[in-house]
């Protein structure tokens, strides 16, 4: 992930979500990528 201006803060936020396993990249909406085991909220200083 990058916090360069226009690829991660937008009008409505951004909340990353850090999953137990990979992500396998066909299911939704998480990939099937297990538990969910930390979450945030980005804001701009």
Do not use: E, K
């Amino acid at each position: 992930m990058t916090l360069d201006p226009g690829t991660l803060f937008d009008d409505d936020g951004s909340a990353p979500v850090l999953h137990a396993g990979p992500d396998d990249y066909a299911s939704q909406p998480a990939g099937n990528a297990g538990n969910r085991i930390a979450c945030g909220v980005i804001v701009r200083p």
